[in-house]
């Protein structure tokens, strides 16, 4: 598989169980539960690419020479990075509020959710959840906000490619497929004129 491909499959891996994730919400249970548990080492593994620069994976971080032209490249980049630190944060999120090792089946032992074991005190225990800031239905809000940003960006990131490269909506559609098509296309045309 060349590099851009596996670029690719990344790509619309993370991007499909992102959106599957977001549309089950609330509603999907388990499945929600899960698809956030997968989406959690793609994270990862997007991560630890971006910091040695695997070929066929773009930087993650701006160059200094796009930081300098603040360009529409840069605007790219921040907007990726954005999209995954929210949805870093909503899937951490996710993590605080279920039973992770009733979930994963780890223990026989009924675990609580770390929004509900952080209280500080019985008298706390309406006002303090997480690490000691959220109470629950907080620690929900704060989910379903991150989830809202996590596609706000997305959408952003969408229109940003259409806006300011078209022609990668082809290559990560088909993949080299789609670049050959377009390159012997203009070569046709190119002959024609």
């Not at 590099?3 to 992102?18: Q, T, V």
Request: charged share 15%.
């Amino acid at each position: 598989m060349s590099p851009f491909n596996r670029f690719r499959s990344w790509h619309w891996l993370f991007a499909g169980l992102l959106l599957t994730a977001y549309l089950t919400g609330s509603d999907g249970g388990l499945l929600h539960v899960w698809l956030g548990y997968v989406l959690i080492p793609l994270f990862v593994i997007r991560f630890v690419i971006g910091l040695f620069h695997l070929r066929g994976f773009p930087r993650l971080l701006p160059t200094l020479q796009q930081w300098r032209e603040a360009s529409s490249s840069l605007l790219g980049k921040l907007i990726s990075i954005g999209l995954l630190l929210c949805c870093l944060l909503t899937c951490v999120s996710g993590l605080a509020m279920v039973d992770n090792g009733k979930i994963l089946g780890l223990s026989n032992a009924q675990t609580t959710p770390i929004v509900q074991q952080m209280n500080w005190g019985e008298e706390n225990a309406e006002n303090w959840g997480a690490m000691g800031i959220f109470s629950a239905d907080e620690a929900g809000d704060f989910h379903a906000g991150a989830a809202n940003a996590t596609l706000l960006l997305a959408g952003l990131h969408v229109l940003w490619v259409f806006i300011y490269r078209r022609t990668m909506i082809l290559n990560m559609t088909f993949g080299s497929l789609g670049q050959h098509k377009r390159t012997r296309s203009l070569a046709d045309e190119r002959k024609a004129n």
